[in-house]
């Protein structure tokens, strides 16, 4: 599934492939130890992600489909819907470790900053900036969701 997320093919927001790949059971980093495992692990995913981003477009996807979780996630809290609050953090730690490894590996934050911006559409029409968007759903994730031992995380 990683693999695929790297991948050159893109995969819409929409793809049930995200849902396969958020209901992995990622084990989040508990140290530092565990950290630097996890940056060994992903570091060959994470630049082919980065050099394969213009063509497929799945790290904006991956932002839009961390939207839509975020945009439903208060109302899924107060249900306590584990599977989703589940597959919402998963998305969170899997763009974590991908700005993380971004970040550190390009020269220029606006590289970085680049990845928010998606690919023009067949009819060449771009469809704005999403990293407005992605802070705006973090800061309403961290300060509107309700916490708990299932939101903790």
């Not at 790297?6 to 927001?13: H, M």
């Not at 140290?31 to 799945?58: I, P, W």
């Not at 109302?75 to 998305?91: I, M, P, R, V, Y």
């Amino acid at each position: 599934l990683l693999q695929r997320l790297a991948g050159e093919a893109s995969v819409s927001s929409n793809d049930p492939f995200w849902n396969q790949l958020l209901a992995l059971p990622f084990h989040l980093p508990l140290s530092r130890e565990d950290q630097q495992v996890l940056e060994e692990a992903t570091e060959v995913v994470a630049h082919e992600l980065l050099q394969n981003q213009q063509k497929s477009g799945n790290f904006t996807s991956l932002v839009r489909v961390f939207l839509l979780r975020a945009a439903e996630l208060k109302e899924s809290a107060s249900w306590s819907n584990d599977l989703f609050l589940w597959q919402t953090c998963n998305a969170l730690f899997v763009l974590r470790t991908c700005l993380k490894d971004f970040i550190e590996t390009c020269a220029d934050e606006a590289n970085v900053v680049h990845l928010f911006h998606p690919p023009r559409t067949a009819d060449g029409v771009e469809h704005g900036n999403l990293l407005d968007a992605f802070l705006c759903a973090l800061l309403e994730v961290v300060v509107d969701v309700p916490l708990s031992d299932a939101t903790y995380q």
